[in-house]
């Protein structure tokens, strides 16, 4: 069975620092792992993915994530966050053999103050 | 153009009621997914069909009914509804092609809300 464990429930970080929202995950096989981000009574945006290569992956609004297989996780990180960062972050994962289902994380709430 | 569209938006209804909620994507994805987030923003996938056939049904109480009468429409009726159905449920929709892209594309929800 596929989990998702987002350890925080909100992270709080001062506008202009670093940012990370953590994620670990579990997965027979080789995972595509994602971000989505999700702002007050709205839809889920995809932000980035893993799916191979280089374990450093860059997505949307300037945010990154590091895939690290032996520590099975996938942290989400800015280098510099912004007010308008705010938001509910999900990390996701799904089994790369097709017909699995996407499973998330419990979310993170991400606040950036000014 | 929306790419996953639900109606409605807001749904506010008694207990015992049935309800329907639809779902339409314009991608061209041959599969369709209904997903709940609870009140602690918690997703859950409830079923998804792959070109109209189920083909994930979890733990969902069968007073919960998808249909997809084609591969571009997932709609989701509920009967004698109860309070704790109250959710928002988000419809998405992928294909072989596109999960490895972006993974699923999220309607904008549905707030259900069980009075």
């Known amino acids: 069975a596929q989990s998702v464990a987002q350890p925080e429930d909100q992270v709080n970080v001062a506008e202009g620092n670093p940012l990370t929202v953590k994620c670990t995950y579990s997965?027979?096989?080789?995972?595509?792992l994602f971000w989505y981000v999700q702002y007050p009574n709205r839809g889920l945006q995809f932000l980035l993915k893993?799916?191979?290569?280089?374990?450093l992956v860059k997505g949307s609004y300037g945010f990154e994530a590091e895939f690290n297989k032996s520590q099975t996780s996938f942290h989400l990180k800015k280098p510099s966050a912004l007010v308008s960062d705010s938001a509910l972050y999900f990390c996701?994962?799904?089994?790369?053999?097709?017909?699995?289902?996407?499973?998330f994380g419990a979310g993170t709430i991400l606040r950036v103050k000014s | 153009d929306t790419a996953v569209s639900q109606t409605p938006k807001y749904l506010v209804t008694q207990m015992g009621n049935d309800k329907s909620i639809k779902c339409e994507q314009n991608?061209?994805?041959?599969?369709m997914y209904w997903y709940k987030q609870d009140s602690k923003k918690f997703l859950k996938i409830m079923f998804s069909y792959n070109n109209k056939e189920l083909i994930i049904n979890e733990t969902v109480p069968n007073r919960f009914s998808p249909k997809s009468p084609d591969k571009a429409h997932l709609n989701l009726h509920i009967n004698s509804l109860e309070l704790g159905d109250s959710a928002v449920y988000f419809c998405a929709s992928s294909s072989i092609g596109t999960v490895a892209n972006y993974g699923y594309t999220f309607g904008s929800g549905t707030r259900l809300t069980v009075v």
């Open positions: 997965v027979s096989g080789n995972p595509y």
């Open positions: 893993y799916i191979t290569g280089d374990n």
């Open positions: 991608l061209g994805h041959d599969t």
């Open positions: 996701a994962v799904i089994p790369m053999e097709y017909g699995n289902k996407l499973v």
